[in-house]
């Protein structure tokens, strides 16, 4: 045995794939196969939401459902990838933001402006989830170089 610890002990079995090892190590560290997830979506809805009073999204109601949007969106996204991670990273990922990003612009354009038909505001709805949804992915990309452990 490498250690021993509060969550889980760690040794070194060669016949345990990267991925497997990578996983032991993350947990022995504290944070558990939910726990970086978690965080993540965390630091997802308050990014998605700072970017939100950008564009001028205000008042109670919309921040409940930006923040009631992303934590169900991130939560599912956090589960596909944590089941099918191994299989083709790149692939289940980019397909998992793009159904993400779809979702999320469909909720907000129907419930931001309930009744209103402008096309104007539709266009700023678009434009916040595409950009706040793509600000996420790319801190989401390079957050893991600083701290590896999320």
């Known amino acids: 045995m490498i250690g021993e610890g ?3 002990s760690v040794g070194y079995d060669a016949e345990k794939s990267s991925n497997d ?24 809805a308050v990014i998605e939401l700072v970017i ?20 169900l969106t991130q939560a599912i996204l956090n589960l596909t990838l944590i089941n099918f991670w ?3 990273e790149l692939t289940v990922t980019l397909i998992c933001e793009i ?16 009744g209103e038909e402008k096309e104007q505001k539709k ?3 678009f434009v916040y989830t595409l950009i706040a949804n793509a600000v996420t992915f790319l801190v989401g990309i390079l957050l893991p170089i600083g701290f590896p452990l999320l």
């Open 6 to 8: 509060a969550f889980s």
């Open 21 to 44: 090892r990578i996983q032991a190590y993350r947990t022995k560290q504290g944070f558990s196969r939910f726990g970086a997830p978690l965080v993540r979506i965390a630091l997802t």
């Open 52 to 71: 939100a009073l950008c564009f001028g999204f205000k008042g109670k109601r919309r921040v409940l459902l930006i923040l009631g949007a992303n934590v």
């Open 86 to 88: 191994e299989n083709d």
């Open 99 to 114: 159904v993400v990003f779809v979702i999320e612009w469909l909720i907000y354009r129907w419930l931001f402006y309930r």
């Open 123 to 125: 266009k700023r709805i």
